[in-house]
């Protein structure tokens, strides 16, 4: 049988995403959309502009996993990330790694890596937007919040890695 291609609806990442926020009080928007698997490509199913856009990556740097929230306008500067990380070497998590870990394909992260036991660092880039989207353990489910609510939301560090 072939591995399923997109995560569509609510999945087990949204639902824990769900109850975090609001057992936090931290209001939010629920979007429904088509299936999206690029940051372009969920801009214009969100009607959001790409900067407000708070992609999540995860790289492993040593013996560690760590979770990134970087603007989707934004790619990473892995000499800054090195610094940010301490570390010589760091690379991105393979497929494989991401779902073991979140429970999410590529394409569907969303930013708490907190809720994954990962340490999670934010891109000061992305606190120049009031208000971000991002997936939600989804192909097809984003929330739009303030950039404010989700630095609290996911525990972020803020540091700088995007390139300039």
Do not use: W
């Amino acid at each position: 049988m072939a591995e399923q291609e997109h995560q569509i609806g609510e999945t087990e990442a949204t639902k824990k995403i769900l109850d975090h926020l609001t057992s936090l009080d931290i209001p939010f928007d629920k979007l429904e959309h088509e299936v999206v698997t690029t940051s372009e490509a969920a801009a214009g199913a969100r009607s959001s502009r790409l900067e407000e856009g708070a992609k999540a990556l995860i790289v492993k740097a040593g013996d560690a996993f760590y979770h990134l929230i970087i603007s989707a306008a934004k790619r990473v500067d892995n000499n800054k990330l090195r610094k940010t990380l301490g570390t010589r070497k760091v690379r991105f998590a393979r497929p494989e790694e991401v779902m073991q870990l979140t429970g999410c394909m590529p394409g569907a992260v969303p930013p708490f890596g907190n809720l994954f036991g990962l340490k999670v660092y934010m891109d000061d880039a992305l606190l120049a937007e009031d208000t971000v989207y991002f997936n939600c353990g989804s192909h097809t489910v984003s929330l739009r919040m303030s950039q404010e609510d989700m630095v609290k939301a996911t525990d972020a560090e803020i540091a700088s890695f995007s390139q300039e």
